[in-house]
């Protein structure tokens, strides 16, 4: 199996900063990897695909990068729309696993 | 503009077959390269993917959970069926089925989930 480790679990911040969170891979995925946004009660909404590709209506101050094993995901300056948990999500020609979450916290 | 819902029983007890319908509009699962995927969140725990079925009936299991997983479609109905048998309390989660995309290997539209409580 191919592990996702996020780090850090948790993050606090303020409105404003910039937020980086890692998602680190057991192996290679070349840069088959999509992060998720995901508010309490809801389903997932996803942000970013193949590593750094923005999906459709979400804000530019999100991106990704990365390949292999290490990826990033930014927000270049966190807005009071952004509190919420994050995954990461790999795709390894067979199947799909999460990454166990970040969750950013208001400090 | 596509969606998804789940359906299914609520609250099952243990060691029963849970089975669950995702029931989706705007694409057609007979589309080459379109697929269908479930994942679960236990409560206050992280995403889990289960299962995924494929235009051409081609299916994907979680190795961890494959030998209790069964996945199905119905082109004609638009539906997706999840069967998971001896449920265990530890399965309580919010089940969600969602659309994967042709050549896109992400999840890009979901349903709004179902919280299934396994409890005698």
């Known amino acids: 199996d191919i592990q996702m480790t996020q780090s850090p679990s948790t993050l606090s911040a303020s409105v404003g900063d910039r937020v980086t969170i890692t998602c680190r891979a057991s192996?290679?995925?070349?840069?088959?990897l999509a992060w998720y946004q995901q508010k309490p009660g809801k389903a997932p909404k996803l942000l970013i695909y193949?590593?750094?590709s923005l999906e459709s209506g979400v804000p530019s101050r999100f991106s990704g990068s990365g390949s292999g094993t290490e990826f990033t995901l930014t927000i270049s300056s966190l807005q009071p729309d952004d509190f919420a948990t994050y995954y990461c999500?790999?795709?390894?020609?067979?199947?799909?696993?999460f990454g166990q979450g970040t969750k950013v916290e208001i400090k | 503009q596509i969606t998804l819902k789940e359906s299914g029983p609520t609250l099952v007890k243990p060691t029963q077959t849970l089975t669950l319908t995702c029931t989706f509009s705007?694409?057609?699962?007979?589309?080459?390269?379109?697929?269908v995927g479930w994942i679960r969140q236990p409560p206050g725990k992280a995403l889990e993917w289960l299962a995924l079925?494929?235009?051409?009936?081609?299916?994907r299991y979680s190795p961890s959970l494959k030998s209790r997983l069964t996945i199905t479609k119905d082109t004609s109905k638009n539906q997706v069926v999840l069967t998971m048998t001896n449920m265990d309390p530890v399965d309580t989660a919010t089940y969600y089925c969602?659309?994967?995309?042709?050549?896109?290997?992400?999840?890009?539209?979901w349903g709004q989930g179902t919280l299934v409580t396994v409890s005698s």
């Open positions: 969602a659309h994967k995309g042709a050549g896109m290997e992400f999840f890009d539209y």
């Open positions: 705007g694409f057609s699962l007979s589309t080459s390269g379109v697929g």
């Open positions: 079925i494929y235009w051409d009936d081609d299916k």
């Open positions: 192996q290679s995925i070349s840069s088959w």
């Open positions: 193949k590593a750094s």
């Open positions: 999500q790999q795709y390894n020609s067979y199947w799909w696993t």
